[in-house]
Structures are given as structure tokens and as C-alpha cells.
């Protein structure tokens, strides 16, 4: 079955009733944890960003503490998964502030991480690209913004 475009689906959205879409909505939420997840986001979270960012912190700390440091390998896998699902937190909130604080929390975790990224090329590759993402996206924001957070890229750099 080949999926109809988002613009289709608006179109026959505007079509049903309350009552319809809430069903649609609640059947959608059973099959994907994602689905799920981002619903509790939009219902639940998306009114105060601040405490969203602050559960997201708290999960990303909680993951670092579970790395298995054994070998670099366990260390860049753990480092990938916490990543993506941090990548995935960031795409439910479509915030541009949020990806810059939640990636900013992520590099400053992974810096201070022991063993040190820098006895890995991959690890310090990978701490790298999120630099450079964190620069793209501060490059949008107002003057003010940008000063403050320069000031965090620059500590991170150095």
C-alpha cells in the first residue's frame, strides 16, 4: 500500500468529525511507540518547553551512566543510541532553541565523559558534527541569543 500525501490527508481530515479524529488519533497512538510518544509531547509537554528540555537532560544523564566503558566499541554504540533518541526528542518539539540546548547538554556530557572521546577518532567525530549542527543553528537566532550561546560553543572548543 503506497502512503497519500500529508497534503491528502489534510484534505480528508477536514472531512471528519471530532469524534472521528480522536478515534484516528487514539488507533494511531497503538501501533508505534513513536506515534505514542509524540502525542504525550503535543498533549502533555509542548506547553512548557522548559521542563521538556529538563526530562530530556535527565534522560540523557541517566543513559551516560549506563555506558558499558569495557571498550570503545560498547562506548561509541551507547553514544549512537543516546544520540538518536535525543535527535528523535528533538524532532518532536521542532524547536530550533531546544535542538540547540539539547545538543549543547549532549557534547557537554560527552566531553566530560571517562575514558576521554579523544582516544577515539570516531567518538571525536561524532562530538564534531554535533559542534558543527549546534553552529548552523545558532547562526538563525537573534544577536543576543547567539552571543550567549557562542559563549557555551566556545567553552565546548576549547
Known sequence: MKPVTVRDIKKELDHLTHKEIQELCLRLSRFKKENKELLTYLLFESSNEATYIESVKLYIDEQFEQINIKSYFYIRKSVRKILTNTKKYIRYSQNKETEVELLLYFCTKLKGFKPSIKNSPRLQNTY?????????????FHEDLQYDYNLVLEELES
Open 128 to 140: 564534531n558534527r554535533q559542534i558543527e549542527l549546534i553552529k548552523k543553528a545558532v547562526t538563525t
